[in-house]
T-cell receptor
Framework: NAGVTQTPKFRVLKTGQSMTLLCAQDMNHEYMYWYRQDPGMGLRLIHYSVGEGTTAKGEVPDGYNVSRLKKQNFLLGLESAAPSQTSVYFC???????????FGSGTRLTVV | GQQLNQSPQSMFIQEGEDVSMNCTSSSIFNTWLWYKQDPGEGPVLLIALYKAGELTSNGRLTAQFGITRKDSFLNISASIPSDVGIYFCAGLNYGGSQGNLIFGKGTKLSVKP
């Protein structure tokens, strides 16, 4: 099925460990986004990309890095995980500004 | 930065009742979007509004883009159990950071059969 696929779906990390979350879309969308969702906080933008090879910071970028080496993939990295990064992470994409985003089903990350 | 105030935070209603929720902002938006999130899933787009004053329906859902461009509401008529979930409003301003969506904090809807 066409859409946005996130891997993994669940992960538990120890403080200080690193990991990469993968987002893949098969809709040829230019724009891709990483959000985190915490109870009572809604969705907050971490980083985004307006095209292959470009990335930019969102509202809460600290502690995260991203890369968009291929148009269809957007990677979110945690270099040294902290308990404050326990959250549900969502990737989204869109073909152009002003249109609704398509979201993945999320990655639930727990940092202990 | 821009913020959206979404209300109510939560609602407990009886099956068959109508539901109304809204979002307000201190800034103008060019686009308003309404999403629904089921447990364990990502948000899914319900309705998109692109013009001030626009009223759009999607089945039992109706949403309006406020004439001032600073607010939007979503109505659900004759609620059913599968309407349970969290509803998010989102605003988009082309003049903002590359046109990124700003999300409200959500309205959690519970429906009693």
């Amino acid at each position: 099925n066409a859409g946005v696929t996130q891997t993994p779906k669940f992960r538990v990390l120890k403080t200080g460990q690193s990991m990469t979350l993968l987002c893949a879309q098969d809709m040829n969308h230019e724009y891709m986004y990483w959000y985190r969702q915490d109870p009572g906080m809604g969705l907050r933008l971490i980083h985004y990309s307006v095209g292959e090879g470009t990335t930019a910071k969102g509202e809460v970028p600290d502690g995260y890095n991203v890369s968009r080496l291929k148009k269809q993939n957007f990677l979110l990295g945690l270099e040294s995980a902290a308990p404050s990064q326990t959250s549900v992470y969502f990737c989204a994409s869109t073909s152009r500004q002003g249109h609704g985003y398509t979201f993945g089903s999320g990655t639930r990350l727990t940092v202990v | 930065g821009q913020q959206l105030n979404q209300s109510p935070q939560s609602m407990f209603i009886q099956e068959g009742e109508d539901v109304s929720m809204n979002c307000t902002s201190s800034s103008i938006f060019n686009t308003w979007l309404w999403y629904k999130q089921d447990p364990g899933e990502g948000p899914v787009l319900l309705i998109a509004l692109y013009k001030a004053g626009e009223l759009t329906s999607n089945g039992r859902l109706t949403a309006q883009f406020g004439i001032t461009r600073k607010d939007s509401f979503l109505n659900i008529s004759a609620s059913i159990p599968s309407d349970v979930g969290i509803y998010f409003c989102a605003g988009l301003n082309y003049g903002g950071s590359q046109g990124n969506l700003i999300f409200g904090k959500g309205t959690k809807l519970s429906v009693k059969p």
